[in-house]
């Protein structure tokens, strides 16, 4: 059986061999180039076909040899290796290695990547002062997102983003620089002054110092909390073609340098709708209240009247494994911490909608922000910092992938195409011609374009 499909265009009869391409397992990922469609034309002034697909729902924009989720079975892995093997043995730094270098890093490579990464925790005291100049009450992520784009203008040599070496100084410095970004714009939002990295401690360790320690000369974290928050940065750190990695690489692909690319993905995570869903799960949560209260919620969930939030998933049809890991370990944190009544709230929540037709029939299960805030919060962390806390570790992931579509010699500068459906050519009209005809004229345009049906398309 020959690799290929074969179109018949009915307005013309003509007919067309498109090959088709394999990932790796190719009952999985097979697709045609979209380039192929071009040649299908029904006349010769005719641009050529293209497909119409708003939001990416059935594109692949790139070969990524990274990650891998199988979506409808609930599976992820790193570089091939499963994220369950990865959160109970590996640590966040080795996980970000593996993501950027495609293999497990021997122990010389591995304490030589965290003395460099160690090594970079300090921000230009300008920074620090540049920091200074938000509002009191500033959102933490904006913070972030203004401030990684600012260390652009301290590493102008970053913009040699073809340099192999200048790449990895910039992956360095910004694994290295976001938690002490994160911890700075904790800190100047409630009014402490900034602790600065300790190179003593872990990545996650020193984090909870930069963020927690207040006048103890030695800040000493809780093994057991320092840990769930590597486990928590291990399963944050890649998940392929998201929203935010999909504005990493579309800006990248510019050769934009990475400071900004890194913050445009950081932009693009702030959205409620990726992750800013762990703070909109505990606001939810906060809301409902009580036990006693989650049919209520559900119903109107299921009136469309709001979402149920850390649930569903563009890719998961299945219970997101990330959430399976998440919902253990807040048991667990809470036996540290103190139990929540958010927590059994949750627990509630979920066991209710997926007995529920409505969310069963959708294939909707809770994600990785379901759990991820309740165990946030446990720690001490405020609610503005849950989409920070979730933009440190999926660094090492945007870092990855950008340096893959860099060196992919099929990449090129992203450019999408339209389907127009605005006005056809007009003359233009002098303002002193305008009026009120000109007003119903636009008035007609808006409908005709509004009633512009999917098919006509
Ligand atoms: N609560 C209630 N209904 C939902 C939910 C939800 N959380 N999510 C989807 N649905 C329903 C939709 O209303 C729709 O129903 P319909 O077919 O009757 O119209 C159906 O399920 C399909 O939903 P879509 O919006 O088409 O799914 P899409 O793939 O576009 O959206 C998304 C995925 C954005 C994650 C969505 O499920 C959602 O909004 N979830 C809540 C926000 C959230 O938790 N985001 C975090 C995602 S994980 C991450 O970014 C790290």
Partial sequence: ???????????????????????????????????????????????????????????????????????????????????????????????????????????????????????HTLIHESIKKFMDGFHYDAHPMGMLVSTVAALSTFYPEARNVNDPETRRRQIVRLIAKMPTIAAFAYRHRVGLPYAYPDNELSFTGNFLNMMFRMTEPKYRPDPVLERALDVLFILHADHEQNCSTNAMRNVGSSLADPYVCVAAAAAALYGPLHGGANEQVLRMLQEIGSKSRVPEYIARAKRGEFRLMGFGHRVYKNYDPRARILKEMAIRVLDITGRSPLLDLAMELERIALEDEYFVSRRLYPNVDFYSGIIYQAMG??????????????????????????????????????????????????????????AATRGDDVGRVASVSDTTL
Avoid at 15 to 31: M, N, V
Avoid at 53 to 62: E, K, M, Q, S
Avoid at 406 to 414: C, F, G, M, N, V
Wanted: aromatic content about 10%.
């Fill in 1 to 119: 059986m020959p690799d290929t499909l074969t179109i018949i265009d009915n307005r013309t009869g003509k007919r067309y061999e498109i090959p088709i391409l394999y990932g790796t397992y190719p009952r999985h990922d097979a697709a045609i180039r979209g380039t192929d469609l071009r040649p299908i034309r029904a006349s010769d002034e005719d641009f050529g076909l293209l497909s119409y697909d708003p939001a990416f729902l059935n594109t692949a924009a790139c070969k990524s040899a990274i990650t891998f989720i199988d979506g409808d079975r609930g599976i992820l892995r790193y570089r091939g290796y499963p994220i369950e093997q990865l959160a109970e043995h590996s640590t966040y730094l080795e996980t970000a290695y593996l993501l950027l270098h495609g293999e497990l890093p021997t122990a010389a490579e591995l304490e030589e990547w965290t003395r460099e990464i160690t090594h």
């Fill in 381 to 438: 962390f405020p609610i503005e910092m849950f989409p920070v806390l979730f933009a440190i570790p999926r660094t090492a992931g945007w870092l990855a992938q950008w340096q893959e579509m860099l060196t992919d010699p099929e990449q090129r500068i992203a450019r999408p195409r339209q389907i127009y459906v605005g006005p056809d050519a007009r003359d233009y009209v002098p303002l002193d011609k305008r009026g009120g005809r000109a």
